[in-house]
Every structure is written in C-alpha cells, then in structure tokens.
C-alpha cells in the first residue's frame, strides 16, 4: 500500500514543483519537502496505529494553513473532534474506515 501511495505522489509530482509530506501513526513526524528528484529519498516512518489527530494538531502547531491536504490511509483510526478548516482529500484503500461527514471528501484507491 505505501508503494502505490508514493506512486500516487509521483503521480501529483507531475503537475507540481513540490509538495509536503508527513507521515503519521500514533505520531505526526517531521514535514519533508518532496520535488520530483527527491522522490527516491522520502523517508517514510511508523507504520499502524494511526492517530489522524496528530496531523492537524502538527499543521496548527505549526501555523501551517494547507490549500488542501491529502490523506493517504487506509482510514482507521480517531478523527480530530471538529473538521478541519481547510480542505482534506481523503485517500482510502477499498477495505477501510470511515471518514465522518464534514471533514472532506474520499475518493478510493485502485489497487493494481
């Protein structure tokens, strides 16, 4: 799954100069700035667990207000207890959680 995420960076990397990427479990880690020559680089840590609280307490930390944010998961795990302020693309793969009403759209993942 996290091999078809960072294709789907690649993918966004196309029609971008750079992006940010956090990776997030139980913990938000450090933002990483990915352009399309760094993308064999990223660093990618965790793994289960998620907290997707962790994400938006980091980018309010932070004072980071994205024009939109997209979330690669599979969905599980507890959602902050308002909706963000900003705009969230949730990515799910087709065996996952719930996004609840209010906090973005989902769109789904095709596994190749």
């Not at 990223?42 to 980018?59: A, H, N, P, Q």
């Not at 959602?79 to 989902?106: D, I, N, Q």
């Amino acid at each position: 799954m996290l091999t078809q995420f960072l294709s789907e960076c690649a993918g966004i990397l196309r029609y971008l100069e750079e992006v940010s990427v956090m990776a997030v479990d139980c913990k938000a880690a450090p933002i990483q700035t990915l352009r399309p020559s760094s993308l064999k680089n990223i660093k990618v840590t965790g793994g289960g667990g998620t907290d997707f609280r962790e994400v938006f307490k980091s980018l309010h930390k932070e004072r980071i207000m994205p024009d939109l944010l997209v979330y690669f998961t599979d969905g599980y795990g507890p959602f902050p207890e308002t909706p963000p302020r900003f705009p969230v693309l949730w990515v799910l793969t087709r065996h996952s959680g719930e996004v609840p009403a209010g906090y973005g759209r989902v769109v789904y993942l095709n596994r190749v």
